[in-house]
C-alpha cells in the first residue's frame, strides 16, 4: 500500500473561511479529485493499467465513429468496428494517423460534439519541428488532464510551492511577473511569486533577470539552457539559488544534461510533452526513466514493420488520446523515436520510456536508405578545434553541411581532423562541407534549434 504524496496535505481550500480541511469546487475541485485519483493511479499494476486503458479506448472509439466522419471513414477502410480496438492486436490492425493525415483530414475528423462535461473545446495550433502546421481541437478535459500532470511533475520532483520560480519559453512575448506561479499550481496550493522571460531574451539578460529574481527553479527549453550554462561558466557567476532545473519542448541530448547540472548544482528533469496531445511522460523521481501519462494517453513504440519493441529497442511513438473526444486522436504517430524503458524498480506501474530521441528530420539516412539516430561525435570537437556551435544539415544521401561557429579561423589541418572525425562518428565518409557562421545559428521557424537536420 502507497501511502497519500505528503505535499497534497498542504492543498488550500477555495472557499472562504474554511482552512481545514481543505474544501475546493468548481474547476480546482475536479482537478484537487484528478490529483489525488493519480496518487493511486501511478501505483497500480501495468497489466491493470492497460486494462483501463483499453476501457477507455472503446468508451472513445464508440463515440468517435457517430459523431467524426475521417474517424468512421478510418475504421470502415479497415474493416473495423470499435469493439476491435480493445486489444493491443485489434489496436494495431488500424493504420496510423500520419501528421499529414491530420492536417488534411482536421475539418472531418473533428467530432460534431462533445459530451456533456467536456466543453468547452478551444484549439492548439503546432508547426512540430516538421514545419507541417496542423490543429487539433481539445475540450476542457484534456486542460485538466495537463493541470494534473503538470501537479503531478511538481509532487514527484518535490518542489516547494512557496519558493520563487522562473520559467523560460517560447510562448512569451514580454517579460511576466506574478506574484504567484499561475496555474495550475495557484488553484490548489499558495505558492510563492514567479518571473516569465521570451525565450527571445538575450543570454546575458536572461542571465542578469533570473539572478535578481533567484528562483529556486527554472523552466527553459534545453539549449536555452546549455548557452546560459555556458555563459554562467564562461563568467564564472553560478546562480546558487536554483535547486531544481526543468526542461521542455526539445530534446535534451545527454551532454546538456550534464553541464547543465554540474554548471548549477542542481538536479535536471525533463519533461516529454506535445502541443496535440500534451504531457507524454515525465522523468521518474527515483530512477532515469521516462514514465508514460498512461491515465490519458495510450503509447505504443513501433519498428520498422510497425511491430511493438522490446526494452531497449528504439522505434516511432504512436500516441493514442484517450480522453480527447473533440478530436479522435487514435494511432497518431507523432513522428518521434524513443527507447522502450524496462519495468521501473521505483514501483510505478506506468509505463516507461528509457530515452526520447527526437524527430524523424533528426534521424540520418545513410547511402543505403536507412535511418538513424546520429552520432556525431561532439564530444571530442574542443580537442580538434575551437569549435563554439555546430548543427549538422543532411542535404542527400552522400553528403552533409555543416554549420560552424568557431573563436577563430580554422586551419587546413584542423578542418581535416575534424571532418575525418565526424565521418567516423557518423559511421561513413560523407561529403562535408563546412559553413561558417559569425555569432550563432539561428534556430529554426518554430523556435527551436536541432543539432541535426535531415532534408533527404
Not at 240 to 260: D, F, M, Y
Request: aromatic share 8%; net charge negative.
Amino acid at each position: 500500500m502507497h501511502l497519500r504524496h505528503p505535499a497534497l496535505a498542504t492543498m488550500r481550500s477555495n472557499i472562504a473561511a474554511i482552512e481545514w480541511p481543505p474544501v475546493s469546487i468548481g474547476v480546482a475541485g475536479a482537478l484537487a479529485a484528478l490529483v489525488e485519483q493519480h496518487d493511486q493511479s501511478q501505483w497500480l499494476a501495468a497489466e491493470e493499467i492497460i486494462a483501463r486503458q483499453y476501457r477507455q479506448l472503446r468508451s472513445l472509439a464508440d463515440y468517435a465513429v457517430q459523431h467524426s466522419a475521417a474517424f468512421r471513414a478510418r475504421l470502415s477502410s479497415a474493416g473495423l468496428q470499435p469493439a476491435d480496438l480493445v486489444t493491443p492486436d485489434g489496436l494495431r490492425a488500424l493504420p496510423v494517423l500520419t501528421r499529414r493525415n491530420l492536417q488534411q483530414s482536421a475539418g472531418s475528423l473533428f467530432c460534431d460534439g462533445v459530451p456533456d462535461g467536456h466543453a468547452p473545446v478551444g484549439h492548439a495550433t503546432t508547426s512540430g519541428s516538421t514545419g507541417e502546421p496542423v490543429v487539433v481541437r481539445r475540450t476542457a478535459v484534456n486542460q485538466l488532464d495537463w493541470w494534473a500532470f503538470t501537479l503531478r511533475e511538481h509532487l514527484w520532483h518535490s518542489r516547494d510551492f512557496g519558493e520563487r520560480m522562473c520559467a523560460v519559453r517560447a510562448n512569451l512575448n514580454s517579460i511576466i511577473r506574478r506574484n504567484d506561479w499561475g496555474q495550475p499550481a495557484n488553484l490548489l496550493f499558495h505558492t510563492g511569486p514567479s518571473l516569465g522571460l521570451p525565450i527571445t531574451t538575450a543570454v546575458h539578460r536572461q542571465l542578469e533577470l533570473i539572478e535578481e529574481f533567484a528562483p529556486a527553479s527554472l523552466l527553459i527549453y534545453p539549449n536555452a539552457l546549455d548557452a546560459l550554462a555556458k555563459l554562467i561558466r564562461d563568467e564564472r557567476h553560478p546562480i546558487p539559488s536554483i535547486q531544481h532545473l526543468r526542461t521542455v519542448g526539445e530534446t535534451l541530448s545527454p551532454r546538456i544534461r550534464e553541464e547543465a547540472q554540474q554548471t548549477f548544482g542542481a538536479r535536471l528533469n525533463d519533461v516529454y510533452s506535445s502541443q496535440e496531445v500534451g504531457y507524454i511522460a515525465i522523468e521518474c523521481p527515483d530512477t532515469s526513466n521516462y514514465h508514460v501519462m498512461a491515465e490519458a494517453l495510450l503509447i505504443e513504440v513501433l519498428d520498422g514493420r510497425g511491430k511493438p519493441c522490446a526494452p531497449g529497442e528504439i522505434g516511432r511513438i504512436t500516441i493514442t488520446d484517450l480522453h480527447n473526444f473533440a478530436t479522435p486522436i487514435v494511432r497518431y504517430d507523432i513522428g518521434d523515436y524513443a527507447e522502450v524503458g524496462a519495468p521501473c524498480g521505483c514501483g510505478r506501474g506506468l509505463p516507461t520510456l528509457a530515452r526520447i530521441l527526437g524527430r524523424e528530420r533528426n534521424l540520418i539516412v545513410m547511402p543505403d536508405g536507412s535511418r538513424h539516430w546520429p552520432l556525431v561525435g561532439f564530444a571530442q570537437y574542443r580537442e580538434l578545434a575551437p569549435v563554439v556551435q555546430y548543427q549538422f544539415v543532411q542535404e542527400d544521401r552522400t553528403r552533409v553541411t555543416v554549420r560552424l561557429v568557431v573563436e577563430r579561423g580554422l586551419t587546413s589541418e584542423e578542418e581535416s581532423r575534424l571532418r575525418e572525425h565526424m565521418q567516423r562518428a557518423l559511421g561513413y565518409a560523407f561529403q562535408i562541407d563546412f559553413e561558417y557562421l559569425p555569432d550563432a545559428i539561428p534556430k529554426g521557424a518554430n523556435g527551436k534549434f536541432e543539432e541535426f537536420v535531415c532534408r533527404v
